[in-house]
């Protein structure tokens, strides 16, 4: 499976952003997909999940009503797609943001549950 994020980039904080991660794999519906984030100096964590679906979600609470995890299963293309959009932006949501694949039956918060990651894209929101 290969994942290809992008989106990221430099915004004003209360500005908005929305990342997509493409995803190469037929099977693509299967899966749950997640985001997680890095910021220097600090642990990858947790942002932002979706199940199979489309219709099941989970976010970290420092995220809540202010991104949205969205799934494009489509059935005649390779190429399907995970969003995050991001919107309220903050400085301490500056970081790297990783897309992931999980084949978990359920949504999941830990990276090691995750078997796939794209190269990540940077996120900067200054104040």
């Known amino acids: 499976v290969q994942l290809q994020a992008s989106g990221g980039g430099l915004v004003q904080a209360g500005g908005s952003l929305r990342l997509s991660c493409v995803v190469s794999?037929?099977?693509?519906?299967?899966?749950?997909m997640g985001w997680f984030r890095q910021a220097p100096m600090k642990e990858r964590e947790f942002v932002a999940a979706v199940n199979w679906g489309g219709n099941r979600f989970r976010y970290a609470d420092s995220v809540k009503g202010r991104f949205t995890i969205s799934r494009d299963n489509a059935r005649d293309n390779a190429k399907n797609t995970v969003y995050l959009q991001m919107n309220s932006l903050k400085p301490e949501d500056t970081a790297v943001y990783y897309c992931a694949s999980s084949t978990r039956l359920q949504i999941v918060e830990q990276s090691h549950e995750y078997d796939s990651w794209g190269q990540g894209t940077q996120v900067t929101v200054s104040s």
């Open positions: 794999e037929r099977t693509f519906r299967s899966y749950v």
